[in-house]
């Protein structure tokens, strides 16, 4: 019964995801649906799950955090098949970071094949928002994609490892179908008793009609509006530049989300890690000597 709730949310949320992590996701839910169980080992093989959390960590003025698995705004639902990363925990990891004295820079360590599409447009808003606060650099390392991409971009600098990837900008859901298994008998026959027009609109008993469709079509055309928008607004590109340049809801290799424009350029993490420790720990040093110079032209005064 868990698992078939788990099943109606899932076909009835709009996804900004790798298509096939989506499928290998919906396979998983319908093997647990009819009542198969696996151990926590299974399911890590099954869809890359990430069982075990992983906490921000500092280190000379940099705070890396990550940002790992399948995105979800609330971890509640999806956190037992898929691990991941919850917005609203990732968003108040990143003010706290943010509000950190001791931080100079927050390094988004991205690898996610994206998710759902709720809670994202908000993240990427307090990340963007953040820029004028605290430097907030990004590094796909080694997959940013759909809504981790979405998240990446509202950085200041995005960077990505030489065998990265990055892109996949769309929206997507599924409709399952289960009308010719009630005709063969395989399920039992089901009758929705509703009061709305279009309650029972798009159910999984029923093909999806001609009307239904079109409601679902607009839903997912709003949510990639929005996405190409929040992309063009931190990337500083045009939203034309986004729909026709930036992949077309592929990824792209490295050096082809550079040439885009997705990305600003190529380093490894432990290069850019290395970088920005050594920026940090130069400006705090200037902070140092300028507080210190200050501190004796007070006493001299």
Same mark, same amino acid.
């Given at each position: 019964?868990?698992?078939?709730?788990?099943?109606?949310?899932?076909?009835?949320?709009?996804?900004?995801?790798?298509?096939?992590?989506?499928?290998?996701?919906?396979?998983?839910?319908?093997?647990?649906?009819?009542?198969?169980?696996?151990?926590?080992?299974?399911?890590?093989?099954?869809?890359?799950?990430?069982?075990?959390?992983?906490?921000?960590?500092?280190?000379?003025?940099?705070?890396?955090?990550?940002?790992?698995?399948?995105?979800?705004?609330?971890?509640?639902?999806?956190?037992?098949?898929?691990?991941?990363?919850?917005?609203?925990?990732?968003?108040?990891?990143?003010?706290?970071?943010?509000?950190?004295?001791?931080?100079?820079?927050?390094?988004?360590?991205?690898?996610?094949?994206?998710?759902?599409?709720?809670?994202?447009?908000?993240?990427?808003?307090?990340?963007?928002?953040?820029?004028?606060?605290?430097?907030? $650099? !990004?590094?796909?390392? +080694? /997959?940013?994609?759909?809504?981790?991409?979405?998240?990446? *971009? %509202?950085?200041?600098?995005?960077? =990505?490892?030489?065998?990265?990837?990055?892109?996949?900008?769309?929206?997507?859901?599924?409709?399952?179908?289960?009308?010719?298994?009630?005709?063969?008998?395989?399920?039992?026959?089901?009758?929705?008793?509703?009061?709305?027009?279009?309650?029972?609109?798009?159910?999984?008993?029923?093909?999806?009609?001609?009307?239904?469709?079109?409601?679902?079509?607009?839903?997912?055309?709003?949510?990639?509006?929005?996405?190409?928008?929040?992309?063009?607004?931190?990337?500083?590109?045009?939203?034309?530049?986004?729909?026709?340049?930036?992949?077309?809801?592929?990824?792209?290799?490295?050096?082809?989300?550079?040439?885009?424009?997705?990305?600003?350029?190529?380093?490894?993490?432990?290069?850019?890690?290395?970088?920005? $420790? !050594?920026?940090?720990? +130069? /400006?705090?040093?200037?902070?140092?000597?300028?507080?210190? *110079? %200050?501190?004796?032209?007070?006493? =001299?005064?």
């Amino acid at each position: 019964m868990k698992y078939a709730r788990v099943l109606h949310d899932f076909y009835s949320t709009p996804w900004a995801i790798q298509p096939e992590k989506l499928r290998v996701m919906a396979q998983f839910l319908q093997v647990q649906a009819a009542g198969v169980k696996f151990d926590p080992a299974e399911i890590q093989a099954r869809i890359g799950a990430a069982h075990q959390p992983v906490e921000t960590r500092s280190s000379a003025g940099v705070a890396v955090v990550p940002v790992y698995g399948v995105i979800a705004q609330r971890m509640d639902l999806f956190s037992e098949i898929s691990g991941g990363t919850s917005t609203q925990r990732l968003a108040q990891d990143i003010r706290s970071a943010a509000a950190n004295p001791d931080v100079d820079t927050i390094l988004l360590d991205v690898d996610s094949p994206g998710g759902s599409v709720y809670g994202v447009q908000e993240l990427a808003d307090v990340i963007y928002q953040l820029r004028d606060q605290v430097r907030i $650099v !990004a590094i796909a390392n +080694s /997959l940013m994609a759909s809504a981790a991409y979405w998240i990446g *971009s %509202a950085a200041e600098e995005l960077v =990505i490892t030489p065998g990265g990837e990055a892109g996949s900008i769309g929206v997507i859901t599924a409709h399952e179908n289960y009308q010719p298994l009630i005709e063969d008998r395989k399920l039992p026959e089901v009758e929705f008793v509703y009061a709305g027009k279009y309650k029972a609109e798009g159910n999984m008993m029923e093909p999806l009609g001609d009307e239904a469709r079109a409601a679902l079509q607009a839903r997912i055309d709003d949510y990639y509006a929005a996405f190409t928008e929040g992309v063009a607004r931190n990337r500083g590109v045009s939203v034309q530049t986004v729909i026709a340049d930036f992949g077309q809801g592929r990824v792209l290799g490295a050096q082809a989300a550079v040439d885009a424009g997705l990305a600003d350029r190529i380093a490894t993490f432990d290069d850019l890690t290395g970088e920005l $420790v !050594a920026e940090d720990t +130069s /400006l705090r040093r200037r902070r140092d000597r300028m507080r210190s *110079s %200050a501190e004796t032209l007070a006493k =001299i005064i």
